[in-house]
């Protein structure tokens, strides 16, 4: 009997732990998946915006500047995607206040 009661309980055991990690493969692709779908959203493609940025371009230039991206622009992309959207939102408000002042007082 006590053989009996053994067996059951490795066999609990292992099953137990497999459930778990199929739990935790199962949410890791579920990242992935998110990760993937969101990229393909935001950018139009599913790879990392690490290529050349178009900034505006200076006094009469016709020509765009294109720069090499650098450190922060990598930092910046490795932010959760919340973060960023927040720094954007907050950096849009401020335009927005500071357009709105200016036109009210000069």
Request: charged fraction near 20%; glycine fraction near 8%; charge should be negative.
């Amino acid at each position: 009997m006590a053989k009996r009661d053994d067996r059951r309980r490795s066999r609990r055991a292992f099953w137990c732990t497999f459930a778990l990690t199929l739990c935790v493969l199962l949410t890791g692709a579920g990242f992935l998946v998110a990760d993937y779908n969101t990229r393909l959203t935001g950018f139009g493609d599913v790879t990392l915006s690490a290529g050349l940025h178009q900034e505006t371009p200076l006094d009469g230039e016709e020509e765009p500047v294109l720069t090499e991206p650098g450190w922060l622009d990598a930092a910046w992309q490795l932010l959760p995607a919340r973060w960023r959207a927040a720094v954007w939102v907050a950096e849009g408000e401020i335009a927005s206040v500071t357009q709105a002042l200016t036109a009210l007082f000069g």
